[in-house]
């Protein structure tokens, strides 16, 4: 996956595949609250694009309700401060809707699958929270999410619970480069660095690029602080 620090290029999904699990399940009574309040997301995200709102990430959890909803209070909220900083690297702060560099465009169809490209070629670039790319990303997310990406990628930049939604299926069911999803990395205590491994790892871990690595750290330290957790242990890769 390439990198982004402020979504200059796609990343999250360029390199995973087919969604490896479906939504999963937490109690009526763990979905009642998220542990980011609006004026803590505010405070992370001081100059964000008006398209990212937080009512739109309340609404789109229910799609994953396990999502900041797994664990004891500590772990929900390290989950929650992890899925926001990567969230924020990718891009820049939620200033950034669909991936910056248009030269990109064109690369993220992979023409070889049965579905081929219908919105066109140059359709599947980076959208959204974590700035899903590739036709057969939009395909599998579209799956999971009941709802037809493959035909209609734009409406990841035009609806913002869709954004979000497809934002914690990659979060929650691809592994990505890594050997477990980012939710998993967190509800475990494998540690942050694991969720960095699952969204770019190809290009960030085992001293690759660790300038965008470290800026997802340091983005992760300060959102757990805001969140009142400790950031826990393992957090590079």
Request: charged share 15%.
């Amino acid at each position: 996956m390439p990198t982004a620090a402020s979504a200059s290029t796609s990343t999250s999904a360029s390199a995973s595949a087919e969604s490896k699990a479906g939504p999963t399940h937490a109690t009526a009574a763990d979905q009642a609250g998220f542990v980011v309040s609006k004026a803590q997301f505010g405070r992370m995200f001081p100059n964000r694009n008006q398209f990212y709102t937080y009512e739109a990430l309340v609404g789109a959890m229910s799609a994953y309700p396990a999502f900041a909803h797994t664990g004891n209070d500590q772990v929900k909220r390290r989950e929650a401060a992890a899925f926001l900083a990567n969230v924020s690297h990718e891009t820049g702060g939620l200033r950034h809707v669909v991936e910056q560099n248009t030269a990109n465009y064109p690369t993220y169809c992979d023409a070889a699958r049965p579905y081929g490209c219908p919105a066109g070629r140059a359709a599947y670039y980076g959208r959204g929270p974590l700035q899903l790319s590739w036709n057969f990303n939009y395909k599998a997310a579209g799956d999971a999410l009941h709802i037809d990406l493959l035909h209609n990628p734009d409406l990841i930049q035009t609806n913002p619970q869709v954004a979000w939604k497809t934002a914690l299926w990659y979060w929650n069911t691809q592994t990505g480069p890594g050997s477990m999803t980012a939710h998993q990395a967190i509800v475990t205590d494998a540690g942050f660095g694991q969720t960095i491994r699952s969204i770019n790892g190809a290009v960030e871990c085992n001293g690759r690029n660790t300038a965008e690595m470290k800026d997802r750290v340091d983005l992760y330290q300060r959102f757990a602080q805001i969140l009142g957790t400790s950031p826990g242990t393992n957090l590079t890769c």
